[in-house]
């Protein structure tokens, strides 16, 4: 198989200022996230990449150098003195030299840059295509800044023309495309975009103009990431993979049409306290084990969790693949405050969905995903989203419960467990003699039609789709409006 190669970038800091205590304190905020990244400790482990995804670091380097001279004047009691004598006690005589030390330790390429001009060079220099590329540095709406300015009269400010790169610098790299990876990641409870571009601001729009994140995506034609508002690298900083709590602000992927989308082999982590998350006890785990296996677990407790998550993920990424070959989807993972509470009794040891069954969100103030979210899990303490999709009025699909659980949707539960629930956002009811309560947008129509055809495809024995009040004749849910459209759908699956 080719090597892919997963490219983290780094912009650098500014300058210390002691007028400024929010940037720029410490030196290394945009080396050091990705490192924690890797790793759930906080120490330096193999990152889990897949066999042939190889890591290929590009770091802006006057930003290095010219805080490295900064530091080395500084005063005492401000940090950098320590940071100086940190790096030397690690045998370094600078960042440029520690980072080259530290990124060899790992046996991580390293590749430097010297302006913006250069980066995409570097781009264009790697020797296969990206499968993952993570930026991280300074960001205001629309730019991306390798550096935080430092004018002569201001505390802080834009820095030098050739460490801002804005849209045009983008899109004249349009010949890029080629080499970026459509990707998205799936894991065993959630799926995560390839490319994430961690800076402020990457997802603020300036007036009347696309984000950064959104231009990346419309030239590179790729899923991707971004953050709106201040990215807080303390935050990112203390949440280690795969808690990815910190970074960036999930509500913001960027779905590009997945024609072709190719999926990567999952993350799987490897130390049994994340494994523990997923499934609970070993108990639980080995009961799982005996349901998926019909025999009992003879190996060690990891070797237990290890077969039991590798199960979920490879069923996971099938499903998703077949589901975002149709629609776009926007994971859980990356519009969710909250991973699901898995209870082992909702997972299904074998998905043979027959059906689907389409709810409306009425009742959900603000009815968001993200109020959902809230007022299910939160409010109401409940384990997880009771549907596994939302398709808001945009159109756009949200995954909600992954498609390894049953979702919450009525009382039959033998029924339930037959079918994948779908909310649409809206409220279809109150019709009075034909007028009244909301209708299908023509985007809904289309995610909802092209979302049932990739249900299909991942699950052939899906042969039906209903209204929620098929299934409990005293709902209304989904309402009247949607009677006829739920007909229609049911027709793509027969
Ligand atoms: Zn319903």
Redesign the pocket.
Known sequence: MATKYFVICSGGPGLFHAADLKHDVGWGAFVSAPVFRMDSTGTPSPPPLGGDEKIWALIYRPAYILRWEDDLKAAPGTGQEEDVQFVRSKGASSYVDHLERRHKARGWELEWFDDKVELWDQLRAIPGKISRFWMYGHGVPGQLWLRLGRPPNRVIGPPEKSEIIEAKDIEDNFDLADKFINTIVPTTRFNDTAHRIITCNSRSNPAGERSIAEIWRDVFQVHVSGRRGKADFTTINSSNFPDMSGEPDTTLQLGHTPTGVTLEAPFIPSLPRELLATYGSPENAKKLFKQIFGTTPTGTVEETYQAVDSHFSTRNIDNYTKIGGHVPLIFRSLWGKLPGRILRSTIEIETDYKGIVI??SKGYDGATPRDIEEYQMIKNNKEDIFWHFIVNKKGDVYEGKNLNFRGK?FSDKALEKEKVGICVIGDFENVFFGFGGDSLTDHQEKSLKKLVGGLKEAFPSITTVDT?KKHETK?K??GENLKDFVSDLKKLVI
Do not use: F, L, R, V
Request: proline content about 14%; charged content about 15%; overall charge positive.
């Open positions: 709810h409306q949707q929620h709902k849910c989904p």
